[in-house]
């Protein structure tokens, strides 16, 4: 099975609204990762959070990470119809050099 | 961009034949990924490299092999090609496996 997994599988707002997803994973980790994947297309970094910190900010997007309860949530501030698309967390596992993606969570944004 | 390209991108073969699909980079990022992707699967790792000559299996292995014999292209190869591995596979390259990675373009596979 896989090693993260977001919740939830799909989310619609309007736009101006905050999205917020999070990822849940099984194993210890070093740093976890925010994709993005635009309809048909490869999935684009959006930010990179190491297991020793707790929040991390990149533009309208705040990460937190949680290693105690091994989670993390990717919030999106004031949204916009451009952010429509499919959000996947990854992972290393810990001792191995694998890097690990969840199922992703389909954002919706309404104009 | 990060130089990363697949070949080729889209692809029609017959069950039971040889397919090898290729990434290749001008990055020199000594780690490569082949992934799948399949509706309500996600992403899932096929094979990885950490170095010339050095690979590994991920999750879902079986039916794949890969050969990487220089740092710039990782090829996937599907032996005998089955129904269940047609899917779009994604190529990825990072510096080292604490960094982001970039993903190439994607290549649609078909097998009828």
């Known amino acids: 099975s896989q090693q993260g997994e977001e919740d939830p599988q799909a989310l619609s707002i309007q736009e101006g609204e905050n999205a917020t997803m999070n990822c849940s994973y099984k194993t210890s980790i070093n740093n976890l990762q925010w994709y993005r994947q635009n309809s048909g297309r490869g999935l684009v970094h959006l930010i990179l959070i190491r297991s020793n910190e707790r929040e991390k900010h990149s533009g309208r997007l705040r990460v937190t990470l949680d290693t105690s309860k091994k989670s993390s949530s990717l919030l999106i501030t004031a949204s916009r119809a451009a952010d429509t698309a499919s959000y996947f967390c990854?992972?290393?596992?810990?001792?191995?050099?694998?890097?690990?993606f969840g199922k992703g969570t389909k954002l919706t944004v309404n104009p | 961009d990060a130089g990363i390209t697949q070949s080729p991108r889209h692809k029609v073969t017959e069950t039971g034949t040889p397919v090898t699909l290729r990434c290749h980079q001008t990055e020199n990022h000594r780690y490569m990924y082949w992934y799948r992707q399949d509706p309500g699967h996600g992403l899932r790792l096929i094979h990885y490299?950490?170095?010339?000559?050095?690979?590994d299996k991920g999750e879902v292995s079986d039916g794949y092999s890969v050969s990487r014999s220089k740092t710039e292209d990782f090829l996937l190869t599907l032996e005998s090609a089955t129904s269940s591995q047609t899917s779009v596979y994604f190529c990825?390259?990072?510096?080292?496996?604490?960094?982001?990675?970039?993903f190439g373009q994607g290549t649609r596979l078909t097998v009828v």
């Open positions: 990854a992972t290393d596992t810990g001792g191995s050099e694998k890097l690990v």
């Open positions: 490299s950490y170095g010339v000559k050095d690979t």
């Open positions: 990825a390259i990072a510096e080292g496996v604490n960094t982001e990675a970039f």
